[in-house]
């Protein structure tokens, strides 16, 4: 049986190297020359930025068995991110897998397996597979908002975004405050005329470091609190540290820790606080050149950097294939479809401090099932009966996340790593070892 993976980010390279060590037949499509995905700036779908590093630290993110080189950054810089991708690639031999620069097109179900087809150098091509598992991430489609009105400067959204060139001497409006429009707004700062920033809702705020250390290695090794004890302690930790959002101009989050996904960056913070980026509540209308905003105030603008997230796509398969609940397919596990064997999704989960290896799990237990199915292992049967009743069940871990689109594949860390482990351990599909840095 032929297990096709569509991309070669870090979760298609996952899927990969795990199927692989448990003997299945792999072929791989990329649209790109290389592996590495987003993280690959020079790749077409590509969503990166220059000045882009991670915003977890290095050993809460690498893959166990293939730790990053002790000379790369604690929040290495995307090229370093690329690099390292690259190298695992080569350390499992993953390349030779993978059909590059050849993009799939359409994705059609047969009576036992999936139709690919595909297009390289303008020349289409069909390819007939078993088991289809779709790798390609998050960042794929822009969330651009529509406001009444026209606006006659520049509109765009993040995804566009590469190089602070762009805001040389213009008036900039960023719209949004994630982990991208942070960085964007903090970007233009240094080039543009004047930068203000338009906000829907209150976020959380966190630093890097704290004493010294990365911020998401602080309390690992240590007891668990209880959820809301915990949301408790860290959120008057950050007010301590860091202060409230209101102390800058920013509305304060009307929900509680953890309960979306906190933005990485107090270097905003700083600009705001030193009058370089001018907070703004959210966009009512375009005039002109002018912005008009909710609270009855406007500015005039020459850009306009919509920061404003990305929409969960596989452009080239029908939607009903995937079993959409409101914003996301409702998958057991964020992974597994309820009605078939033959449909995986990897990458279609957030979750703070999850990093690759999370991830890595998750592709793990999809190769782990389908050994357990092609062997007649009893527990791969028990687990293809919990993955029909419980599709719908999301593992939220007691936290009231946000009904938002960005929030839709979100899940508890803890609970849902500890569910896959117990799958794991059922089948008897141990994890390799953790290796030292290549």
Not at 33 to 44: E, F, T
Not at 308 to 334: C, H, I, K, Q, V
Not at 391 to 406: F, I, K, M, P, W
Request: hydrophobic fraction near 35%.
């Amino acid at each position: 049986m032929t297990v096709a993976v569509i991309g070669a980010g870090p979760t298609g390279l996952a899927a990969v190297r795990n199927l692989t060590l448990h003997g299945f037949d792999v072929i791989g499509f990329e649209s790109h020359s290389d592996v590495g995905g987003l993280w690959d700036i020079d790749s077409p779908t590509s969503t990166m930025y220059e000045s882009a590093h991670l915003i977890s630290s290095k050993g809460m993110t690498e893959f166990a068995e293939f730790p990053m080189h002790d000379d790369v950054a604690t929040y290495p810089h995307h090229r370093e991110m690329r690099d390292y991708f690259r190298a695992y690639a080569r350390e499992f031999e993953l390349y030779d897998h993978y059909r590059f620069s050849t993009t799939v097109t359409r994705v059609q179900p047969r009576s036992h397996g999936w139709t690919i087809t595909a297009e390289s150098e303008g020349t289409s091509s069909t390819h007939d597979v078993g088991v289809l598992v779709l790798a390609i991430g998050t960042f794929h489609t822009p969330n651009m908002p529509t406001w009444p009105g026209i606006f006659d400067g520049e509109l765009l959204h993040g995804s566009t975004y590469r190089s602070p060139e762009l805001f040389e001497g213009k008036r900039v409006l960023v719209v949004g405050c994630g982990n991208s429009g942070a960085d964007i707004a903090v970007d233009a700062v240094h080039r543009a005329a004047s930068v203000d920033l338009s906000l829907r809702r209150g976020y959380w705020f966190v630093p890097k470091f704290l004493a010294g250390r990365p911020i998401d290695t602080i309390g690992t090794g240590g007891p668990t609190l209880p959820r809301s004890l915990k949301q408790r302690v860290d959120a008057a930790l950050l007010r301590a540290v860091v202060g409230r959002p209101s102390d800058y101009g920013l509305p304060d989050p009307d929900y509680r820790m953890y309960e979306s996904h906190p933005v990485v960056n107090t270097q905003v913070l700083h600009h705001l606080g030193h009058g370089d980026i001018t907070p703004r509540p959210d966009v009512a209308r375009l005039d002109g050149s002018r912005v008009e905003f909710v609270d009855g105030g406007s500015g005039t603008y020459d850009l306009v950097m919509a920061a404003t997230g990305y929409s969960l796509d596989w452009p080239f398969m029908d939607r009903e294939l995937l079993n959409w609940e409101g914003f996301a397919p409702a998958l057991y596990l964020n992974t597994f479809h309820p009605g078939r064997n033959d449909l995986f999704v990897t990458g279609m989960v957030e979750a703070t401090g999850l990093g690759w290896e999370g991830r890595n799990k998750q592709a793990a237990l999809v190769a782990a099932y389908l050994a357990g199915l092609r062997d007649g292992h009893p527990a791969a049967a028990r687990l293809h009966d919990t993955i029909a009743t419980n599709a719908h069940s999301r593992l939220t871990g007691g936290y009231d996340y946000l009904q938002v689109e960005r929030m839709a594949y979100y899940v508890a860390k803890d609970q849902f790593l500890d569910r896959v482990q117990a799958h794991l351990d059922e089948l008897h599909a141990p994890m390799p070892e953790p290796g030292a840095s290549p």
